[in-house]
């Protein structure tokens, strides 16, 4: 058996590496998602193999890529695990925080491997539909390596999102519609094209690249990885990664026990969660989402398949929160951390909140907090936090604003 080969999640069909380039032809783009196998009998590695410093290159006996064909030189990987005692009541929660990446997403880790496929495979351009971070994360790698990036996004994607592409120079197609009709008419226009296909779920090398969060979780921790990981979810993707990170960890021998996944979504875009409850055979529930968190705003969820698959193998669960919810957990989490996340990414600690508060964790328990996007990329959404009151530029006028705040606090100044 060569390296590694696809499995579809639907009806189980093997192919090798070059018979299909992103789904199952038998099951289609929705549901024959592929995951990729690898020959576990001929891969040696050993745990002394990793550090906390190398970046995503240091699992290349696990990716289906080589780093030979790595054009970027940006420094993608090992990003911070912190640790903190008590958060929310629970003994130890970490927090892997992936804000600190090139284009300040989670989404940089599936984009480099991306980008390494399309430049083995000659393409000269690469296209993908997002919320708005893998767009970012598209155009700024693919600048990095010499590419052509077209992005499909919603017009109404956070304005740090769009400087984002403007900055690098991509082909913006700022779309009047929701993410879920963005990837479709990208999905028609770049197959038309022929350009390489950067979309979630239907390219399976993209996951191979997230997973390397969880690795290095597992690096951080010297291979005892949290009992919980708590992962934002819009097409599930990003949280089925963490699964097939720890799951290729454990087959390789490296960790003794896969992590209970939690998925959360925000309330008003909970199509995953509700597609879980129904149960086996999984299918999707899709409509139309609503929610401040812009990232995790998806109606029809494309790696539905995987998640619920890998979430159930995983024992865990999809649970939602409101937008108040994650408002206030963003606002708490900065604060009592100094980790500003974007939305999306804090609705991981808004899920650890409302689990606590249910008593659905235990507080002995070790829980890793994934926050996946940097709160830069969005401010509008904490511009409600507080009002900026302007003083004058005088020593009294600035000492009596500082009495007021020290007596009366948020009440709001007025200087008569
Ligand atoms: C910051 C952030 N968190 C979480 C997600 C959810 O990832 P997925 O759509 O793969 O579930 C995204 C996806 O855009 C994201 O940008
Ligand atoms: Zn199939």
């Not at 064909?69 to 940006?74: A, D, G, K, P």
């Not at 958060?87 to 929660?93: A, F, R």
């Not at 002995?364 to 009151?389: F, H, M, P, Q, Y």
């Amino acid at each position: 058996m060569k390296k590694f080969r696809f499995r579809c999640m639907n009806c189980s069909r093997l192919y090798e590496e070059n018979d299909v380039e992103y789904t199952c032809p038998q099951c289609g783009t929705r549901l024959g998602t592929l995951e990729t196998l690898y020959d576990f009998d001929n891969i040696s590695i050993k745990k002394s193999d990793f550090d906390s410093c190398s970046d995503i290159w240091q699992f290349e006996a696990l990716l289906p890529v080589s780093a030979k064909s790595f054009r970027v030189n940006l420094k993608i990987g090992t990003t911070p695990l912190y640790r903190f005692e008590n958060l929310s009541g629970v003994k130890e929660v970490q927090i892997k925080y992936d804000g600190t990446t090139p284009t300040a997403s989670f989404k940089d880790r599936a984009t480099v491997i991306a980008v390494n496929r399309a430049v083995e495979k000659n393409y000269s351009s690469i296209y993908c539909a997002s919320t708005g971070n893998a767009a970012a994360s598209l155009a700024g790698l693919s600048a990095a390596a010499g590419l052509k990036a077209y992005i499909f996004i919603p017009s109404k994607a956070p304005a740090a999102k769009i400087a984002q592409l403007m900055v690098y120079n991509a082909m913006i197609l700022a779309i009047d519609s929701d993410y879920d009709t963005a990837f479709d008419l990208s999905m028609k226009i770049g197959e038309e094209k022929n350009w390489y296909c950067r979309n979630s779920a239907v390219n399976p090398y993209l996951i191979e690249g997230k997973k390397t969060a969880a690795m290095e979780i597992c690096v951080q921790t010297e291979f005892d990885p949290p009992d919980t990981v708590v992962v934002p979810v819009g097409d599930g993707t990003v949280i089925s990664s963490f699964y097939k990170g720890f799951s290729d960890f454990y087959n390789a021998g490296i960790i003794k026990k896969i992590p209970q996944l939690i998925g959360v979504q925000a309330s008003g875009a909970n199509s995953l969660e509700l597609a879980f409850k129904k149960g086996e055979p999984f299918w999707p529930v899709d409509f139309s989402g609503k929610t401040i968190a812009d990232s995790i705003n998806v109606g029809k969820p494309r790696d539905f398949l995987k998640a619920c698959t890998y979430i159930k193998k995983s024992k865990g669960d999809l649970i939602s929160v409101t937008d108040d919810e994650i408002l206030s957990a963003q606002k708490e989490l900065a604060s009592s951390t100094g980790i500003f996340s974007e939305p999306a990414g804090a609705a991981s600690y808004a899920a650890l909140k409302k689990l606590v508060h249910e008593n659905r964790i235990e507080k002995s328990s070790r829980v890793c907090l994934a926050v996946t996007g940097n709160g830069l990329k969005d401010i509008s959404a904490v511009s409600s936090c507080k009002t900026v009151e302007h003083l004058k530029p005088d020593v009294q006028d600035i000492k009596e604003y500082l009495d007021f705040k020290e007596t009366y606090g948020d009440e709001s100044y007025d200087e008569n």
